[in-house]
């Protein structure tokens, strides 16, 4: 036998008996976008390097460690440095709307995507190089109601998904006018505790001091008496925040304040937030995150707009309602079709029907006999049995009951009716 092909390093297959769980999260994303009057975006799954580069920022882990660079078909080094998968959707989609001109249409612009993003990270428990994410983005909103609004979304889709007991943290890392303060009051008080630094930390020290509080390996009593970023913020992002904090009192949405918030990537300002299931605070488990990014679609060369949005991580959020012990709700009953000798014309034209009547059917293709058929039915899980016999001729057959074992006559276009009632 040939030698066997494994899946890549920090992927994993989704296989049939484990979608359930998946289908429900993504369902509760799909309807809760509608519901909150969001539009679906698509974007590539690949983009310029130099689109990460600048959005994220040069020192951000995804940039500088978790990159997945691709090349073309001929693979040159020079395609190499060009491509890469997405880290996250937000650059991508403030590229596409800084493109296609999408200012023009009547704001604030509220998008959504559900969708794969990729960054080549050592895989761990809950740490994958592939993962998938619901995101929603609003661009055109300078806040404070919308970032509160997206709080309450990200927690009502938890709830709504069956997770209890999450908690979201929020944090304010200020703007243009006072981060620079912030910044230097990092450096100060990093700088005189050097020694106590991981490698990487001293390196971002000058670069990006807001990185070091997100440092896993960083001393919790140096963590604790760091410069706070909301002791920093000018009048207008203190307004803001304080704003942030009361919407979501007002709404009653479970929050705390999290000082050592900063977010990895560059381009938020003001408003940050991420979301754990409470007594499983650390950086690793978040199950999803987001924040204020009013400085990305300049960078970006656009137009400056204002831009809020969130990502959440649907692989976090399945493992966390398995670890619950949360059952996905029921899938629809399906429904077998049945039949004797060489009748599988009647057998496709029935399930046809019925999947037309907006059943779940599958018919039994095989040659094998009556009994056999209704046997292998019960064993795929199928809740009843349509057994077509002579009285097909009248426009009836057999709805037979898997669990009972009861039969009984039905025309065709009552099964969907007898099945429900
Ligand atoms: P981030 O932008 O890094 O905060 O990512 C947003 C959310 O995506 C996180 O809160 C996680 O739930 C999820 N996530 C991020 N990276 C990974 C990963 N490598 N594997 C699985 N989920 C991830």
């Known amino acids: 036998m040939a030698k066997k092909i494994g899946a890549p390093r920090g992927t994993h297959d989704l ?9 429900h999260v993504e369902a509760v994303a799909r309807d809760l976008s509608r519901r909150y009057a969001f539009e679906r975006v698509e974007i590539p799954l690949f983009e310029r390097v130099e689109l990460f580069a600048r959005g994220l920022g040069e020192s951000s882990d995804a940039v500088e460690k978790e990159m997945f660079r691709v090349g073309g078909a001929a693979g040159s ?6 491509w890469a998968l997405r880290p996250e959707p937000t650059a991508g989609i403030v590229r596409a709307y800084i493109e296609h001109g999408l200012h023009v249409r009547p704001g ?3 998008l959504w995507m559900i969708g794969p993003m990729f960054r080549y990270d050592r895989p761990q428990a809950g740490r994958y190089r592939q993962f998938s994410q619901w995101d929603v983005e609003v661009l055109g909103d300078p806040g404070p109601a919308v970032d509160a609004e997206l709080v309450e979304l990200a927690m009502r889709f938890y709830a709504e998904a069956g997770l209890t007991d999450v908690v979201a943290h929020v944090n304010s890392i200020g703007d243009a006018a006072c981060r620079p303060g912030y910044r230097q009051a990092l450096i100060d ?6 020694e106590r630094l991981a490698d ?3 390196r971002r020290l000058e670069v990006n001091p807001l990185r070091v509080l997100d440092d896993k390996a960083l001393a919790a009593d140096l963590a604790d008496a760091a410069p706070k970023s909301t002791d920093h913020l000018c009048d207008a992002c203190r307004a803001h925040f304080r704003a942030v904090l009361d919407l979501l009192d007002a709404m009653g949405v479970r929050h705390v304040i999290d000082h050592r918030l900063v977010r990895g990537l560059d381009y938020y300002a003001r408003t940050t937030f991420e979301f754990f299931v409470a007594g499983r605070e650390g ?8 924040g204020r990014y009013d400085g990305l679609a300049e960078l970006l060369g656009g137009r400056p707009t204002p831009g809020i949005g969130f990502g959440l991580g649907l692989d976090r959020t399945v493992l966390a309602l398995e670890a619950q012990g949360v059952e996905p709700p029921a899938r629809v009953p399906v429904v077998a079709v049945v039949g004797t000798g060489d009748d599988h014309a009647d057998r496709l034209r029935v399930a046809g029907e019925l999947r037309a009547a907006g059943l779940a059917v599958r018919a039994d ?10 046997e292998a039915a019960s064993k795929v899980g199928a809740r009843w049995a349509v057994v077509i016999g002579e009285e097909l001729a009248g426009g009836e057959v057999g709805l037979k009951d898997l669990e009972s074992g009861d039969q009984r006559q039905v025309a065709i276009d009552e099964v969907a009716a007898a099945i429900s009632g």
């Open 15 to 23: 296989l049939p008996g484990e979608t359930a769980g998946w289908e």
């Open 77 to 82: 080094e020079e395609e190499r440095a060009e």
């Open 108 to 110: 604030p612009l509220r």
């Open 189 to 194: 008080y990093f700088g005189a505790n050097i």
């Open 200 to 202: 990487d930390s001293r």
């Open 283 to 290: 950086q690793q488990d978040a199950v999803g995150g987001g």
């Open 365 to 374: 293709t095989s040659e094998r006999k009556l009994g056999k058929q209704l």
